[in-house]
Structures are given as C-alpha cells and as structure tokens.
C-alpha cells in the first residue's frame, strides 16, 4: 500500500478515463482529490461523490487548463478547501487533426502542440511555488506511446506528446533541489471515450500485436500514477515509464 495520507492531488482531466481512474486510486490511498474538468460536470460531480461516499474528500476544479487565469483560480480554490497541492497529474486530454502531413495545415499541426504545451505549462507554474515552499512534489504528465512510435495519421499528437516528454525533463532538473519529482507516465491504447474512435479491428489488431494480449483500460495506468504519485517513487525524476503490454519495449 503507498500510504498518500493528508496529501492533495489536482488532476486535470479528472472526470473520465484514465484521469478518473487515476483521482479513484489515489483516493483509495488516501490523497484529497481535485477533480478537474470543463465540460464533463455530471461526471466530474459522480466521481467527487463517490470519492465522498468512499469516506475521502474531493472538490470540483472547473478550469480550461490552457486558460492561467481560470487555472490560478481552481488551484486558490483546492488550498482554501483541501490544503497545499502535493501532487499534479497533467492528464486532459487536447484534441487534434488526425491526417497525413502532406494534407495537413501548419495551424492544424501547430493547434495540438500549442494546446498540449500551453496546458502542460500552465499547470506546472501554478502549482510549482507551492511545492517549491513546502520543498516536496510530484508532478506526472501523461503522454502516449505515439511519441516514440510513429502511427498513421498521428504526427501532429506524436509530435506534442515528444514535446511534453522533454518538457518533464527539464521540470524534472529545475526543481529536484526543492524536492519536487517530475515523470512521464506514456501508456499505449487505452480504453476510453478520447480513443473511442479506434476501429474495433484495429483494436484486435493491438491487442494482437501486444505481448499481454489486450488493449490497456484505465485501471492498468493509474497504478503507475500512484507509484509515481508515492514516496515510493522518491528517487525516480524525469523518467518515463511505458505502460503498454510491452508492445514497445524500446
């Protein structure tokens, strides 16, 4: 058990798939949860009362995390009602335009990686000098395995996700003298409503190809979170764990 007694956790994109997973595993162990969403109230509202219901505290944090200005207001929010944020899982998902490069637009490809970017940044500066003051932090970033494999059709997200793997890195140098972590947890395909798009065929197929035989859910990816996420983790900063069934073990 990795013990997150009195510890709070912000997690953006908190309301469905791996970010939900994620606020329920690390409640589970014993973090107050933030719960970030935009759109997804209803949802964002049943995982706060579940978490309630389970014995543990949660609070809704509405916020575009590309905007600094909402963003500055949700984290005010989560320290007037929870406490200090120990931990931050940069999880919401941005959308992007799936098609070849010859037939994609500078701005298409340059709206995901500005949007993934801006998110990720935003985020890190507003929970930074609070950790920095208490002299600890955990901060996860999720990424996707297209940042090492190429895949059809997924050059402009590939392509941000690269950016945000080498961002976590420099976040990772910066601050570790002030006892703040920064990883990368990277899975593979994931069952959720972001990649609900995908063939059931093509589906098989990756599970196929994957030496554990299935497509990942969520619950196979927030454990990682949590380790991460743990003092277990202590001595583990700008690393990248692949979380996909061993499909790339590069």
């Not at 706060?48 to 984290?75: F, S, T």
């Not at 931990?87 to 010859?102: C, E, G």
Request: contains cysteine; hydrophobic residues 45%.
């Amino acid at each position: 058990m990795m013990n997150l007694h009195g510890k709070v956790a912000f997690i953006s994109g908190g309301a469905r798939g791996i970010g939900a997973a994620a606020a329920l595993r690390l409640a589970q162990q014993g973090a107050k949860i933030a719960v970030n969403y935009i759109q997804q109230v209803d949802a964002a509202q049943e995982l706060v009362d579940r978490i309630r219901n389970a014995g543990g505290e949660a609070e809704l944090a509405r916020a575009d995390v590309r905007d600094p200005e909402q963003v500055e207001k949700a984290v005010s929010h989560i320290q007037t009602t929870l406490g200090s944020i120990d931990i931050l899982v940069s999880n919401a998902h941005m959308s992007f335009v799936m098609k070849p490069l010859m037939e994609m637009q500078w701005g298409e490809f340059t709206q995901k990686l500005n949007d993934e970017m801006k998110a990720a940044f935003t985020l890190t500066q507003a929970v930074l000098p609070g950790m920095i003051a208490q002299k600890y932090g955990r901060i996860i970033y999720i990424s996707s395995n297209a940042a090492d494999v190429a895949l059809p059709y997924m050059a402009a997200h590939g392509s941000a996700k690269a950016t945000l793997n080498a961002f976590a890195k420099y976040v990772a140098l910066e601050n570790a003298p002030y006892g703040v972590t920064a990883n990368v947890v990277s899975p593979g395909l994931v069952q959720t409503d972001a990649s609900s798009y995908t063939p059931e065929a093509i589906k098989q197929q990756i599970a196929a190809m994957t030496p554990l035989q299935r497509v990942a859910v969520p619950d196979d990816v927030s454990g990682a979170i949590t380790f991460l996420a743990s003092e277990e983790s202590r001595f583990l900063t700008g690393t990248c764990t692949h979380v996909n069934g061993g499909i790339n073990m590069g």
